[in-house]
């Protein structure tokens, strides 16, 4: 079965940086375009950036523009979140999510930005 597993969460101060990574398992990676998305407390999800199947076409929210950088390692089947310059509006639980027809989530990692 479909399996998304998201790590590298954690606290970080203010201008810090994390990486976050997404095991993926059960599908055929390299064939579908994936995401990050992350939702803060008392606020709805949002997408955050989105990367195609081949990892050649990348779009970021314009709010982590220039900070986050989404990757993805096809012949590892991981997909990752660099967040540098890291703000405190960007403490949120960020999931990795498989796009296409059949849409499906990891568990969420929590990252929390605090002096």
């Known amino acids: 079965q479909v399996q998304l597993v998201e790590s590298g969460g954690g606290l970080v101060q203010p201008g810090g940086s994390l990486r976050l990574s997404c095991a993926a398992s059960g599908f055929t990676f390299s064939t579908y375009g994936m995401a990050w998305y992350r939702r803060g407390l008392g606020k709805e999800r949002e997408l955050v950036a989105t990367?195609?199947?081949?990892?050649?076409?990348?779009n970021y929210v314009d709010s982590v523009k220039g900070r986050f950088t989404i990757s993805r390692d096809n012949t590892k089947n991981t997909l990752d979140l660099q967040m540098n310059s890291l703000k405190l509006d960007d403490t949120a639980v960020y999931y990795c999510?498989?796009?296409?027809?059949?849409?499906?989530w990891g568990q969420g990692t929590q990252v929390t930005v605090s002096s």
């Open positions: 990367i195609s199947a081949d990892g050649t076409f990348t």
């Open positions: 999510k498989r796009t296409g027809f059949n849409v499906y």
